[in-house]
């Protein structure tokens, strides 16, 4: 299972709720204003520590350039691309977007 | 035959997500498919019984939910946890759910061949 958030942490419950529904093991893929979860100043208040350490975590490199963000993230997460977002839709046999 | 879930997390009139969900679980129904339904977060709302709308002008598709079992839809699950947050309990929804911890939730959608957010 693939889960895709894409909503800041700080304005809805989607990654909050995500991470509680996710089991370990699974992936978890920040895109547009979720990456600010991924950085370090938006990671602890995204429970972000929990989600590395029960999950394999991905953002959307674009859209933390596009931020701003590029020299911001925490460690333990992997910076994809666009080919990697379909990298990743294609391992996975779900995924779930979490609107 | 595919194992699909919905997966509600919205209030039921705020926005449309709540009456587009009920939408799709209808049409995949009639195509034969193993139907879920998960109640999370705002979504357990959906389900609270005596709901009015006639003050603001929306059709009420609550009742619609007491319909499900006439198209073999009759898996529907709440998450305790949303339950509990929003001071409900299983008395005060409209059908007969199952309620599951987070951990049995998580379980339930894992399974599942498609899961679709609302």
């Known amino acids: ?99 | 035959m595919k194992k699909f879930m919905f997966v509600n997390r919205k209030a039921p009139y705020g926005t449309i997500y709540a009456l587009e969900s009920l939408e799709v679980v209808l049409i995949t129904a009639t195509f034969d498919q193993d139907v879920s339904l998960a109640f999370i977060d705002d979504g357990v709302y959906e389900l609270a019984k005596t709901q009015d709308t006639k003050g603001i002008g929306i059709k009420n598709h609550s009742k619609t939910y007491r319909a499900l079992d006439g198209y073999d839809v009759e898996k529907l699950y709440v998450e305790r946890e949303s339950l509990e947050a929003r001071g409900l309990t299983e008395a005060d929804l409209l059908v007969d759910v199952e309620v599951l911890s987070t951990a049995q939730m998580a379980d339930l959608m894992a399974e599942q061949d498609v899961v679709l957010s609302f």
């Open chain 1, 1 to 99: 299972m693939l889960h895709i958030v894409n909503k800041s942490h700080r304005q809805t419950t989607a990654l909050a709720s995500c991470l509680r529904l996710a089991k370990p093991g699974q992936a978890l893929l920040l895109t547009e204003d979720a990456v600010y979860a991924a950085t370090k100043g938006g990671a602890e208040s995204a429970g972000l520590a929990g989600a590395l350490a029960k999950l394999k975590v991905y953002v959307l490199q674009p859209d933390v350039e596009a931020r701003g963000m590029a020299g911001k993230l925490v460690d333990g997460v992997t910076a994809v691309g666009y080919d990697g977002f379909v990298d990743l839709v294609t391992e996975h046999s779900t995924n779930q977007s979490w609107l």
